[in-house]
């Protein structure tokens, strides 16, 4: 279809229902030319300039008019942070290959990962394609660091808050536990552990612990067990005091290998946070859209930690 029409302004009564705007084209209809409803349903008229029988032109100020109305328009567009160009085409969720929540191991033997399905409710709600991948600390922290598309949900330390931007509140509390015999003094804070044969599980970094643990101050035994099961056998069978394990795992063991004769104190709760790094793009928008979302969703439910 051809259209060979000058913009047209007519000077008729604005009421009347020939009043058309058009414009010139040599080629194929293009989606975005201002052509009336009328002009494709009825013949073409061009408006003309009574006194000299000639079509009309626009004016100098009419045509700035509607040139600063098209790059309105443009700019709008091209500004909006959450246009298709612009959002990310997928998120890429990074998590470390010894999970502190874990559920009972799959069977390619790793971890099970309940905050999967938090990541997986967050991303559906909103609308943004996602991927998981877990990963040894180093590399998980590497990514994180380094690349933009890969998110996480983590503790807060220095070197996450230096790469990236986290949301403003937690989404996620574990509790840090410390297991003992009955009949063993109690545990009631970090100093407590000073002097004691203590039994941690391997992959775990322990966070802001760690540096407790290595001090020689403290005169501490660290035993590492490979497994959670084979902590809690270890600590059966008296060979240390106290076992270091979260929450999630710790529950999970002593659910299949129960031993009434344990108590716990709580050494620590760990809040954790959304983590995405600092270059990706919009990412303060993008961490406070999934942080609102969260907000208003059920998370217990959906995570469904297990419970002594």
């Not at 003094?185 to 992959?203: R, Y």
């Not at 060979?239 to 394990?245: E, F, H, L, Q, T």
Request: glycine share 4%.
């Amino acid at each position: 279809m051809q259209l060979n029409y000058p913009l047209a302004y007519s000077l008729k009564d604005p009421s009347k229902a020939d009043i058309e705007i058009r414009v010139r084209h040599s080629t194929a209809v293009n989606p975005y030319s201002l052509i009336t409803r009328r002009s494709l349903t009825k013949p073409h008229r061009t408006s003309l300039n009574m006194r000299t029988n000639t079509p009309l032109t626009p004016t100098n100020s009419q045509r700035h008019l509607y040139f600063g109305f098209f790059l309105t328009i443009a700019l709008t567009i091209v500004s909006s942070p959450f246009t298709a160009a612009s959002s990310p085409e997928k998120i890429n969720y990074v998590y470390p290959d010894k999970v502190i929540f874990s559920e009972t191991p799959g069977p390619d033997g790793k971890d099970g990962n309940p905050v999967l399905r938090l990541v997986s409710a967050l991303f559906t709600e909103a609308d943004i394609a996602w991927d998981s991948k877990q990963l040894p600390i180093p590399r998980m922290l590497h990514k994180l660091s380094n690349e933009t598309g890969n998110f996480s949900i983590l503790v807060k330390s220095p070197t996450i808050e230096q790469c990236c931007i986290t949301s403003a509140n937690p989404v996620i509390n574990v509790e840090l536990r410390a297991y003992h015999q009955n009949g063993r003094p109690k545990i009631k804070n970090i100093e407590d552990l000073a002097g004691k044969k203590i039994i941690t599980i391997k992959g775990y970094s322990y966070g802001q612990l760690q540096s407790f643990f290595i001090d020689k101050k403290n005169n501490l035994s660290i035993y590492a067990a490979s497994t959670h099961k084979s902590a809690f056998a270890m600590l059966a069978a008296g060979r240390a005091d106290i076992v270091i394990d979260y929450e999630g795992p710790s529950i999970n063991t002593l659910k299949m290998h129960p031993n009434s004769d344990l108590s716990y104190a709580v050494l620590k709760n760990l809040n954790l946070y959304l983590v995405i790094n600092k270059k990706e793009p919009h990412a303060k928008m993008l961490i406070d859209q999934l942080a609102t979302i969260a907000k208003n969703m059920d998370t217990d439910s959906i995570l469904n930690f297990p419970k002594d």
